[in-house]
């Protein structure tokens, strides 16, 4: 029989729980400019009047500057989704978690339109290790067409949960 504590009001087993947040957009409609060849740009879309801090504990979240900040350090598991469209035709939109800058390859996705103004979905994710507190996660995301897009945001999700 395995013994599950509430600490906090959080349902807790050992000392790795209860640390876990994230962000959420809900019919976004703010266009985000990304030019072709370009790093990756970090995803705006959180900071507007739809974006959201969800449930969280022991992180910060902050929907102005589009990340959170980790400062336990320890195993996650990361999972983003979002929605897209964009006013380009055959686009493919690559997505990946980054960690103080550096992309975490695990994290990642592409996905492509077919037309202009189709609406995209899009996932990824995975376990992610975190070494040091202060650790700022976002997302970026970057495509291979020869034109500036605009690539609108609908629907985001940017969470984490410590596992170990």
Same mark, same amino acid.
């Given at each position: 029989?395995?013994?599950?504590?509430?600490?906090?009001?959080?349902?807790?087993?050992?000392?790795?729980?209860?640390?876990?947040?994230?962000?959420?957009?809900?019919?976004?409609?703010?266009?985000?400019?990304?030019?072709?060849?370009?790093?990756?740009?970090?995803?705006?879309?959180?900071?507007?009047? +739809?974006?959201?801090?969800? #449930?969280?504990? &022991?992180?910060?979240?902050?929907?102005?500057? %589009?990340?959170?900040?980790? *400062? @336990?350090?320890?195993?996650?598991?990361?999972?983003?989704?979002?929605?897209?469209?964009?006013?380009?035709?055959?686009?493919?939109?690559?997505?990946?978690?980054?960690?103080?800058?550096?992309?975490?390859?695990?994290?990642?996705?592409?996905?492509? +339109?077919?037309?202009?103004? #189709?609406?995209? &979905?899009?996932?990824?994710?995975?376990?992610? %290790?975190?070494?040091?507190? *202060? @650790?700022?996660?976002?997302?970026?995301?970057?495509?291979?067409?020869?034109?500036?897009?605009?690539?609108?945001?609908?629907?985001?999700?940017?969470?984490?949960?410590?596992?170990?």
């Amino acid at each position: 029989m395995s013994t599950v504590t509430l600490l906090n009001n959080d349902a807790t087993q050992g000392s790795t729980a209860g640390v876990y947040g994230g962000l959420y957009l809900y019919q976004g409609n703010t266009p985000q400019t990304i030019v072709p060849g370009a790093s990756p740009v970090q995803f705006t879309c959180w900071n507007s009047a +739809n974006g959201a801090v969800s #449930q969280y504990n &022991n992180i910060v979240p902050s929907k102005i500057n %589009n990340n959170l900040i980790l *400062n @336990t350090p320890g195993n996650y598991q990361l999972n983003w989704s979002l929605s897209f469209y964009t006013n380009l035709n055959t686009i493919h939109l690559e997505v990946y978690a980054f960690a103080n800058g550096s992309a975490l390859k695990n994290t990642g996705a592409k996905q492509m +339109n077919s037309t202009s103004n #189709q609406i995209v &979905n899009m996932s990824g994710g995975g376990p992610i %290790n975190v070494n040091s507190s *202060n @650790t700022v996660i976002d997302l970026r995301g970057f495509h291979d067409n020869v034109s500036s897009a605009n690539i609108t945001i609908t629907n985001a999700t940017l969470n984490v949960t410590r596992i170990g």
